[in-house]
C-alpha cells in the first residue's frame, strides 16, 4: 500500500545516549538500504539487506552502529553512545527484487544529538 | 573506490532559464540513475539510463548518458519554481547490482 515509513520523524537526544531508528519498507520489498545524509551533502549507504542472506554492513561508520531487520520487513538501525558528529538525516529505502532498479525512499529520521 | 562526481554544486537561475548538472564518475558504469530531493523531503527516482549514448526525455527533462558510460547529464528546459530541488546521479558501486554511489548533488533554485 503506501511508501516508505520511518519513525520518529526527528529525534533529540544528548550525547552519549542511544537511539533506535525504524524503517517500514514497502511491503513485498525485500532489498532494504540505510543512508545517512548530513546537511548539504550527498547520501552515505550504511547497510543492506535482502532477503535472508547476510546483510552488508560495510558502510557503517563505527561499531557504535547496528542494524537489524526483523522478519524481512521491518529494520531498526540503533546507534549507541551518540556523538554530536552523528546528527543527520537517517534516510531509509527499499527496493523490489525484480523489475526497475529505482529506490523508493522514506521521509527520514533527523536526528540531532546536543 | 569508486567515485562519482558533480558539478556544478549550486546554481541558482531565472524561471524560464536552461538548466544542466552534469556527473562523472571515475569507472565505466553498467547504468546510471537520477534522483531529486525536493527541499525537506526526501529524494525520488526519476530515470534509470543503461545505454551507451542514451537520450531520454521526460517533459522539459533530458537524461543522457556518455558513450563511454563514465557521464552523465540532466539538462532541463525552461526552468519552473517547482524544479527546485536538490539533482542526485548514483551508479552502481564496484560494479555491484545492489549498491549505489550518488554524487553529491546539484542544488538547483529558482528566482520567479
Known amino acids: 500500500g503506501a511508501g516508505v515509513s520511518q519513525s520518529p520523524s526527528n529525534k533529540v537526544t544528548e550525547k552519549g545516549k542511544d537511539v533506535e531508528l525504524r524503517c517500514d519498507p514497502i511491503?513485498?520489498?525485500?532489498?532494504l538500504y540505510w543512508y545517512r545524509q548530513s546537511l548539504g551533502q550527498g547520501l552515505e549507504f550504511l547497510i543492506y539487506?535482502?532477503?535472508?542472506?547476510?546483510?552488508?554492513k560495510s558502510g557503517l561508520p563505527s561499531d557504535r552502529f547496528s542494524a537489524e531487520r526483523t522478519g524481512g520487513s521491518v529494520s531498526t538501525l540503533t546507534i549507541q553512545r551518540t556523538q554530536q558528529e552523528d546528527s543527520a538525516v537517517y534516510l531509509c529505502?527499499?527496493?523490489?527484487?525484480?523489475?526497475?532498479?529505482?529506490?523508493?525512499f522514506g521521509p527520514g529520521t533527523r536526528l540531532t544529538v546536543t | 573506490g569508486q567515485q562519482v562526481m558533480q558539478i556544478p554544486q549550486y546554481q541558482h537561475v531565472q524561471e524560464g532559464e536552461d538548466f544542466t548538472t552534469y556527473c562523472n564518475s571515475s569507472?565505466?558504469?553498467?547504468?546510471i540513475q537520477w534522483y531529486k530531493q525536493r527541499p525537506g523531503g526526501h529524494p525520488v527516482f526519476l530515470i534509470q539510463?543503461?545505454?551507451?549514448?542514451e537520450v531520454k526525455k521526460q517533459k522539459r527533462l533530458t537524461f543522457q548518458f556518455g558513450e563511454a558510460k563514465k557521464n552523465s547529464s540532466l539538462h532541463i528546459t525552461a526552468t519552473q519554481t517547482t524544479d527546485v530541488g536538490t539533482y542526485f546521479c548514483?551508479?552502481?558501486?564496484?560494479?555491484?547490482?545492489?549498491?549505489?554511489?550518488f554524487g553529491k548533488g546539484t542544488l538547483l533554485t529558482v528566482n520567479p
Open positions: 529505502a527499499s527496493k523490489g527484487l525484480e523489475g526497475p532498479y529505482e529506490q523508493y
Open positions: 511491503s513485498g520489498h525485500t532489498a
Open positions: 539487506f535482502q532477503g535472508n542472506s547476510a546483510p552488508d
Open positions: 569507472t565505466t558504469l553498467s547504468n
Open positions: 539510463l543503461v545505454k551507451s549514448g
Open positions: 548514483a551508479g552502481p558501486d564496484g560494479g555491484s547490482n545492489y549498491k549505489l554511489t
